[in-house]
């Protein structure tokens, strides 16, 4: 299989596995092409994407590329973020941001998160139908962010209005995502300055104070830091939040009490990662994937999708089995793996477990097949979720 192995088309994005399992058995290292004309490698296999993941000859810096790679064009201040770093500036950054993110104050966003899911069900309760990405699944990450970095509530509208044109801009106007960035830069500055004269009990704060040795980050760091901790956040949350919530309307036997809801959003995780395609690496050297020599330069995407559902891996990949052993790849492996996969599990656990108790009679407003979902390899999402509410 040559280019364009993904064919990016409406059945794709419907349902990715099929095309994934053939890729699997039958060129599990091969080149395709995205739909901006970029050559890149598909790397399909659990054992092949784990191991490459944790493997320092590819590289996430974009300067070890050979240029294909588009990608997103953000200010120079915002690209230089911990996902495009190597170590040892990756390593530097990251055991600083440890220092700041750390279980207790993601532990303590936990009755926010609650309050937050329980006000915006309060707010759809009487309507009989809503959309639960639009209404539920959108809002609530946004506002943990906020929470978590520190915004004030008067500026959250427009903080909110800003990351919705960055990561869904209007399709007649082209410059509005790049506009909408250069505000959120410009606001994150504002915000950093503040909180340096005023700190409070907020990652912000903690992320200024942090220190390692004589060691402390520089505004630019912060900035871009302070930008990625809401752009990682943010689109991948709502997509998990969307697609589980889809998962079990359609097999509602999947257990849901609270005891076992954490070992069943594993299973949604693992299903239907939201980063399905794109992790994103760089070879600084050949690299034998399966017998397949990638030369050095090109752009490997790790298609956590695929792997997540290798059968090597995973018996009866395609069935949602919570509790079943393996390790799925839906936060990432290695140095990069999510720094916030713990707030991410505790928001996914809230999110799923409060609309399904409010609403035990949960149900699809459309039929299944009506069910559309996002044209993007970036991010596995829905585009909507019509729910009558029971
Ligand atoms: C279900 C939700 C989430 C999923 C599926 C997810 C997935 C991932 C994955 C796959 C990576 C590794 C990317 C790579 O290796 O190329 C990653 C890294 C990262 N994520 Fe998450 N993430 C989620 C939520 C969050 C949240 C809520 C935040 C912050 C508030 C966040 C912040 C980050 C950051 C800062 C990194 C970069 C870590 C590094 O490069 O060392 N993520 N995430």
């Given at each position: 299989?040559?280019?364009?192995?993904?064919?990016?088309?409406?059945?794709?994005?419907?349902?990715?596995?099929?095309?994934?399992?053939?890729?699997?058995?039958?060129?599990p290292?091969?080149?395709?092409?995205?739909?901006?004309?970029?050559p890149?490698?598909?790397?399909?296999?659990?054992?092949?994407?784990?191991?490459l993941?944790?493997?320092?000859?590819?590289?996430?810096?974009?300067?070890?590329?050979?240029?294909?790679?588009?990608?997103?064009?953000?200010?120079?201040?915002?690209?230089?973020?911990?996902?495009?770093?190597?170590?040892?500036?990756?390593?530097?950054i990251?055991?600083?941001?440890?220092?700041?993110?750390?279980?207790?104050?993601?532990?303590?966003?936990?009755?926010?998160?609650q309050?937050?899911?329980?006000?915006?069900?309060?707010?759809i309760?009487?309507?009989?139908?809503?959309?639960?990405?639009?209404?539920?699944?959108?809002?609530?990450?946004?506002?943990?962010?906020?929470?978590?970095?520190?915004?004030?509530?008067?500026?959250?509208?427009?903080?909110?209005?800003?990351?919705?044109?960055?990561?869904?801009p209007?399709p007649?106007d082209?410059?509005?995502?790049?506009?909408?960035?250069?505000?959120?830069?410009?606001?994150?500055?504002?915000?950093?300055?503040?909180?340096?004269?005023?700190?409070?009990?907020?990652?912000?704060?903690?992320?200024?104070?942090?220190r390692?040795?004589?060691?402390?980050?520089?505004e630019?760091?912060?900035?871009?830091?302070?930008?990625?901790?809401?752009?990682?956040?943010?689109?991948?949350?709502?997509?998990?939040?969307?697609?589980?919530?889809?998962?079990?309307?359609?097999?509602?036997d999947?257990?849901?009490?609270?005891?076992?809801?954490?070992?069943?959003?594993?299973?949604?995780?693992?299903?239907?990662?939201?980063?399905?395609?794109?992790?994103?690496?760089?070879?600084?050297?050949?690299?034998?994937?399966?017998?397949?020599?990638?030369?050095?330069?090109?752009?490997?995407?790790?298609?956590?999708?695929?792997?997540?559902?290798?059968?090597?891996?995973?018996?009866?990949?395609?069935?949602?089995?919570?509790?079943?052993?393996?390790?799925?790849?839906?936060?990432?492996?290695?140095?990069?793996?999510?720094?916030?996969?713990?707030?991410?599990?505790?928001?996914?656990?809230?999110?799923?477990?409060?609309?399904?108790?409010?609403?035990?009679?949960?149900?699809?407003?459309?039929?299944?097949?009506?069910?559309?979902?996002?044209?993007?390899f970036?991010?596995?999402?829905?585009?909507?979720?019509?729910?009558?509410?029971?």
């Amino acid at each position: 299989m040559t280019a364009a192995a993904l064919p990016f088309s409406e059945a794709f994005f419907t349902d990715p596995h099929t095309v994934y399992q053939q890729l699997r058995d039958t060129a599990p290292a091969c080149r395709s092409e995205l739909p901006d004309g970029s050559p890149v490698w598909l790397v399909t296999r659990h054992a092949d994407v784990r191991r490459l993941l944790a493997d320092p000859r590819l590289s996430v810096d974009k300067s070890n590329g050979n240029g294909s790679w588009r990608g997103f064009s953000l200010p120079p201040a915002l690209d230089a973020n911990l996902l495009n770093m190597d170590p040892p500036h990756h390593t530097r950054i990251r055991t600083l941001v440890s220092r700041a993110f750390t279980p207790r104050r993601v532990e303590e966003l936990r009755p926010r998160i609650q309050r937050t899911a329980d006000a915006l069900l309060d707010r759809i309760a009487g309507q009989g139908e809503a959309d639960l990405v639009r209404d539920y699944a959108g809002p609530l990450p946004v506002t943990v962010i906020c929470d978590l970095l520190g915004v004030p509530e008067h500026d959250r509208t427009d903080f909110r209005s800003w990351t919705d044109t960055m990561l869904v801009p209007p399709p007649d106007d082209r410059s509005a995502a790049a506009r909408a960035v250069g505000a959120i830069h410009a606001y994150l500055r504002q915000l950093l300055a503040a909180k340096r004269t005023d700190p409070a009990d907020d990652l912000l704060s903690a992320l200024i104070a942090a220190r390692e040795n004589e060691d402390r980050l520089s505004e630019d760091e912060l900035t871009s830091l302070a930008f990625l901790l809401l752009f990682a956040g943010y689109e991948n949350t709502v997509h998990a939040i969307g697609t589980g919530l889809l998962t079990l309307l359609r097999q509602p036997d999947l257990p849901t009490d609270p005891t076992r809801l954490g070992s069943t959003i594993e299973e949604l995780l693992r299903l239907d990662p939201p980063a399905t395609v794109l992790l994103r690496r760089f070879t600084t050297e050949d690299v034998d994937v399966d017998g397949v020599v990638v030369p050095r330069g090109e752009t490997v995407l790790l298609v956590v999708g695929a792997a997540n559902r290798d059968p090597e891996a995973f018996p009866a990949p395609d069935e949602a089995a919570p509790g079943r052993a393996g390790n799925h790849l839906t936060f990432g492996h290695g140095i990069h793996y999510c720094v916030a996969a713990p707030l991410a599990r505790i928001e996914l656990e809230i999110a799923i477990g409060t609309a399904l108790r409010r609403f035990p009679g949960l149900r699809l407003a459309v039929p299944d097949s009506d069910l559309r979902w996002r044209p993007s390899f970036r991010a596995r999402g829905l585009v909507s979720l019509p729910v009558l509410l029971g």
